[in-house]
């Protein structure tokens, strides 16, 4: 079965960084572009990167881009997401989701003084 099992997120403080992760199983990883999602208080569910199959090609929405580097490695089916410079708004549920809306449970994401 399709599996997609988020971790990482935790409590920082603003200007704080954090790696998630996401590890895949279930289907071939490497054929997949694969994104990362948040939900956030207010705002509901709003995309925040996205990668191609290979890993050559990536995408960020502009409030996070320079900030937020998405990459995966293929050979460990895993999906990475580094957070650096957090912010206070960048508190929120994180999501790995496959093209065709395929979700993990979410790991949560706190960035407070």
């Known amino acids: 079965d399709m599996k997609l099992v988020e971790s990482g997120g935790g409590l920082v403080q603003p200007g704080g960084s954090l790696r998630l992760s996401c590890a895949a199983s279930g289907f071939e990883f490497n054929q997949y572009p694969m994104k990362w999602v948040r939900q956030t208080p207010g705002r509901g569910v709003e995309w925040v990167a996205s990668?191609?199959?290979?890993?050559?090609?990536?995408s960020y929405k502009d409030p996070v881009k320079g900030r937020f580097t998405i990459s995966r490695d293929n050979a460990k089916n895993i999906l990475y997401l580094q957070l650096n410079s957090l912010k206070t708004e960048d508190t929120g549920m994180y999501y790995c989701e496959t093209a065709d809306g395929f979700r993990g449970q979410g790991t949560q994401v706190t960035v407070s003084s």
């Open positions: 990668i191609n199959g290979p890993g050559t090609g990536t």
